[in-house]
């Protein structure tokens, strides 16, 4: 009798102990962050911008982000994101260039292209159309000047120039734009385009994805971007060079890579990101990436907006700050 309870109690303990450490299992690989942040005592802050943010963009000297609302916050500062009134519609993507910021604002049907005047949101002229039919992007640059600001509507690729659009220059056929544009990068002669938003230049050599969604190409024109023997583990999402550390930082379907540069700036490895990167976002997707010269000027300031495709309480903005040497929310 006394083995029989005894081997009742050890079944019934066992069934308990193996449904805690699962449940610690599950729990700990959905809570990679948190659970690395105690592991280094690193205090999670909560998030400011919460949902998908896709772009992270500079105008003069403040940054601004959307999730479907606007945020800004000046470029020197840690976090300090403050929301500002938004466009009439969801602001999905921005963009800017050295004196404007740009919204595109999506409902179920239509886009339609804002420009930020002051306080107060006013549509572009010409810059509107069915959903998925209008795109907008800028060349990337991270400097207060040299940023040039795009719209594709219609099949054409228009510069923005506030409430209005200009005709397209010449070259910019040459240099990529096209029918199915959605990116820009600054090159050594002038503005070039892709067809892939995994595009971007450190001002002379540029950087873009192969059609197998993982292979690295480099070059000084579209003409001759050639594939490279470096591959990401994932497939890659977004991309962008940060020159200060030689290297480029690919957001992809789980997580961010860190691609290295030689002194030719070809790219020579891709390997994991610094810091808690891996365990913030090993498993999400990433939705945009972007670099800016940090408080001391020396070093850049990454951020990224990560989460599941399907939004959940864990989508966010997260910024990393070389004083702090740590992924944490924005």
């Known amino acids: 009798m006394r083995k029989d309870t005894c081997k009742i109690t050890y079944k019934k303990n066992y069934g308990i102990v193996s449904a805690v450490l699962l449940g610690l299992i599950t729990f700990s690989c959905s809570q990679q962050p948190i659970f690395w942040a105690i592991e280094q005592e690193i205090k999670l802050a909560e998030p400011t911008l919460k949902g998908n943010v896709y772009s992270v963009v500079r105008c003069g000297d403040y940054l601004y982000a959307a999730n479907g609302n606007v945020y800004r916050k000046h470029r020197t500062s840690e976090r300090g994101w403050e929301k500002i009134p938004s466009p009439p519609k ?8 050295n004196s404007h910021v740009y919204a595109l604002g999506t409902d179920k049907n239509d886009c339609q292209v804002y420009v930020l005047n002051g306080n107060t949101w006013q549509e572009v002229s010409g810059a509107s159309g069915k959903a998925n039919e209008v795109v907008i992007f800028d060349n990337g640059v991270i400097h207060a000047t040299g940023r040039n600001a795009y719209v594709r509507v219609g099949g054409s690729v228009k510069p923005l120039n506030g409430t209005t659009t200009l005709p397209l220059p010449s070259w910019a056929a040459t240099n990529g734009a096209g029918t199915k544009t959605v990116a820009a990068a600054a090159g050594s002669s002038g503005d070039y385009f892709s067809d892939t938003r995994a595009f971007c230049s450190d001002g002379s050599k540029l950087y873009s994805v192969a059609d197998d969604g993982k292979t690295i190409k480099w070059g000084t024109t579209n003409a001759d971007l050639a594939n490279t023997p470096v591959q990401t583990a994932e497939t890659i999402t977004c991309l ?11 957001g992809t379907k789980k997580g961010l890579e860190e691609i290295k540069l030689d002194g030719s ?6 390997g994991n990101l610094e810091s808690n990167a891996e365990a913030a976002f090993g498993e999400s997707e990433i939705f945009c990436v ?11 300031t990454t951020y990224t907006g990560a989460g599941k495709a399907s939004l959940s309480k864990y989508n966010a903005l997260w910024g990393y700050y070389p004083s702090r040497g740590n992924w944490n929310y924005e």
């Open 90 to 97: 969801f602001a999905a993507y921005l963009a800017s260039s």
């Open 240 to 250: 962008v060079c940060d020159s200060v550390n030689g290297r480029l930082i690919a």
């Open 265 to 270: 700036k070809k790219p020579t490895s891709a």
């Open 290 to 300: 972007a670099v800016f010269h940090s408080i001391d000027g020396s070093n850049h």
